[in-house]
């Protein structure tokens, strides 16, 4: 049984900065593609980042690119999502998964990111 669980999340002022954290269990990630998603009010669920976790190649959304930036810690078996300059247009619930792009299988179930103005 895969199990993907988020922390990290919170209520912050816009300007600041967070760290995410997804504690990955239940088989090998090697092969797996872990990224991260989030989803606002009345949005549909979109991108952020992405990390491969053989090579540690990386992708990002324009929208977040400069700010967040993803990690791995093999030996954890975590993903990070260190997010600097959050802005209110970042707040929404960020879910962290894993599988393949276009095809990802495992979900955690979310943590909020609140940005205040």
């Known amino acids: 049984q895969v199990q993907l669980v988020e922390s990290g999340g919170g209520l912050v002022q816009a300007g600041d900065s967070l760290r995410l954290s997804c504690a990955a269990s239940g088989r090998t990630f090697s092969t797996f593609t872990m990224a991260w998603f989030r989803q606002a009010p009345g949005k549909e669920r979109e991108f952020v980042a992405s990390?491969?976790?053989?090579?540690?190649?990386?992708f990002y959304a324009n929208s977040v690119k400069g700010r967040f930036t993803i990690s791995t810690d093999i030996a954890k078996n975590t993903v990070y999502l260190r997010m600097n300059s959050l802005k209110p247009e970042d707040t929404a619930v960020y879910y962290c998964?894993?599988?393949?792009?276009?095809?990802?299988?495992?979900w955690g179930q979310g943590t909020q990111v609140t940005v205040s103005s």
């Open positions: 990390i491969r976790w053989s090579d540690v190649t990386t």
């Open positions: 998964t894993a599988g393949v792009p276009g095809a990802y299988n495992y």
